[in-house]
């Protein structure tokens, strides 16, 4: 069986392969300074990262049996064809949900406590005029309150940050929350809102 990686993600194919090896299966990393399709033509299976996997790659490839998304997004790939041709699409739901999270308060932080004016005084401990703001008591409005909304809401507040929700179903969030947040005395007030209707349905947790 042929694996082969599409992406540049540092550690993948070693820790791939390292996991591989258990079950006597290799796994290799296309060579990008050489064209892919002669290198992936004869492979059982395509780990993808961001490479958008259309009908083209996918002829390109009469043995392809699997294609294992690196991630949880899979609207890079062509899922109506890989259905019609009898080849299975994989994800890794929630792997990074955390990740992402972290990410996005790491970005508001950068801009309110206004970072970039800042340049290399940071590293000469020398920052003049960089006032920014805080956090602490902004609101914030989360629009999709999925797996990393949840994530992103419960650190937000942890900041003191009063947060409101904007999602498709709030009927069903209440429980999730619960599940994700066994201390639920985190959440102090939370909003949900229905998309394109005036109804709104607000659950109170006690702070």
Known sequence: MK????SYAAGLTEILSGKLKEFGLIAE???YNKPIMTQITDADVLVN?????????IDACPKLKLIHQVGTGVDNIDIGYCTLKSIYVANIPHVN???????????MIYLAKNMKSAGEGIMKRRVFNVLGSEL????????GLGATGVEVAKRA??????????????DSKKGRIDKNNNNNNRWNYLQFYKYNTRSRISIR???
């Open 3 to 6: 694996i082969m990686i599409l």
């Open 29 to 31: 990393r296309v060579d």
């Open 49 to 57: 990262g961001l490479g958008k996997l259309n009908k083209p790659i």
């Open 97 to 107: 949900n955390v990740s992402v999270a972290e990410h996005t308060l790491f970005l």
């Open 136 to 143: 602490y008591g902004k609101n914030l409005t989360i629009i």
């Open 157 to 170: 507040k942890a900041f003191g940050m009063y947060i409101t929700a904007v999602t498709k179903h709030p």
């Open 205 to 207: 947790f006690t702070y």
